[in-house]
């Protein structure tokens, strides 16, 4: 079976981190890449003949038609979509103005939406296709500040598995990318912070101090995080959500399982609450 890595692939936000990673993975297997950022100029790497940087703003739905069709015109049909761009909003949920809720929404979660409707057509009528969300560990449970990113991405992980239900018919696939801290310059590049601060939530207002000294050390490797990203879709059977790294891998194991000890603490309860047939 031919890798995905060698099939032809369009990245959001491959500027750097997990996106650049992916990409240079695929120039080394032999496929062709679409790299798409906000300023197409600062993606660095040697493409050559196997890929193109396109401009592609989430901001502004305008822009992505015309870079699939350029993709498509210098690659050929796309086979893989990454969803990858996007930011994170920092910020109680009492601080945050509605210009800042709507715009994380846009490029988290409406911005992604829209960039996949344009390419199932084609896929639909070829029976093939894989899709790539990444997401975070904040898909999965939200945090203190973080409010509004985790309900992004939230919505981008329930979309995720009502698409994937609907296009199994077609051979289609959705994958979701659940990353922890990444040693991608995110908190450098890709956060911005609530304008209004009330200086009254001690959990947001310390993560505001502590993001101010610098990204630190993260433990994940970008290089790593897209060889697992690969090795999950070459699988027999991919998954249908990819956990990345031991911190979120620990985290989210540690959520779910609250999860079900409260299910099963309440189970009566909930149970109960049918109609008495």
Not at 36 to 52: F, K, N, P, Y
Not at 167 to 172: A, M
Not at 212 to 237: C, K, Q, T
Request: charged share 25%; aromatic share 8%; proline share 5%.
């Amino acid at each position: 079976m031919t890798s995905w890595a060698a099939k032809t692939w369009f990245i959001t936000g491959g500027s750097s981190g997990i996106g650049r990673a992916l990409a240079a993975r695929v120039i080394r297997a032999g496929g062709r890449v679409a790299v798409t950022a906000r300023d197409a100029s600062r993606i660095d790497l040697d493409l050559g003949d196997q890929g193109v940087a396109l401009d592609l703003d989430l901001a502004d739905p305008g822009t992505f038609a015309p870079a699939l069709a350029a993709a498509e015109k210098a690659l050929g049909p796309i086979d893989v979509l990454v969803n990858n761009a996007g930011y994170g909003l920092l910020g109680a949920i009492e601080e945050t103005g509605e210009e800042e809720r709507r715009a994380q929404m846009e490029a988290n979660f409406f911005g992604p939406t829209a960039l996949t409707g344009l390419v199932l057509p084609g896929w639909r009528a070829r029976g093939a296709g894989m899709i790539v969300n990444v997401s975070s560990v904040s898909g999965v449970l939200g945090a203190a500040g973080s409010g509004y990113y985790a309900a992004s991405k939230h919505a981008l992980e329930g979309w995720s598995d009502a698409l994937r239900g609907e296009l199994r018919p077609f051979s289609i696939h959705v994958l979701v990318v659940e990353p922890g801290a990444f040693r991608t310059g995110f908190f450098a590049r890709s956060r911005r912070y609530a304008q209004k601060q009330l200086g009254v939530y001690p959990a947001v207002d310390k993560r505001r101090e502590e993001e101010g000294r610098g990204d630190g050390r993260p433990p994940g490797d970008p290089e790593r995080g897209a060889l697992a990203i690969v090795a999950a879709l070459d699988s027999d059977e991919p998954p249908a959500h990819l956990v990345l790294g031991r911190f979120a891998t620990a985290m989210i194991a540690d959520a779910l399982e609250r999860r079900i000890a409260e299910l099963e603490l309440w189970r009566e309860v909930s149970e109960g609450a049918d109609f008495r047939e």
